[in-house]
């Protein structure tokens, strides 16, 4: 399975979770890998791929930069969120397992508002 089809896994999954920055930040992601397939006009390598990512994860480092000059922190926070979601992907890629960790740390984060 690609990474672009476990993404748009994990994107179905955050929506019907309800988590909308979870969402929202894969969504970037699979974005940004999208857009590099459709500029090569063929399926991305999984270096290619990790090129994407890392990428993606330095814009929202600088992003986040920018806005915790001007201000505004929340947006500052939010790239960051994005940051880590894109960096956390990287590594996964890296490993061949995409969303392992995600599924892991929200199963524990379920079972503790529950207990």
Do not use: C, W, Y
């Not at 019907?16 to 857009?35: F, H, P, Q, W």
């Not at 090569?40 to 090129?51: A, K, N, W």
């Not at 061949?96 to 379920?110: K, L, M």
């Amino acid at each position: 399975m690609s990474l672009v089809t476990r993404l748009e896994q994990e994107v179905r999954d955050a929506m019907l979770a309800r988590d909308n920055e979870r969402r929202d930040a894969l969504r970037l992601i699979l974005s940004s890998l999208k857009s590099a397939e459709k500029d090569l006009l063929r399926p991305l390598s999984e270096d290619e791929e990790l090129q994407v990512l890392q990428r993606e994860r330095k814009k929202r480092n600088e992003a986040a930069d920018a806005f915790h000059a001007a201000g505004r922190t929340e947006q500052a926070e939010k790239e960051e969120a994005n940051s880590r979601s894109s960096g956390v992907h990287a590594r996964a890629a890296r490993r061949g397992r995409p969303g392992a960790h995600r599924r892991r740390r929200n199963r524990r984060e379920q079972s503790h508002e529950h207990a």
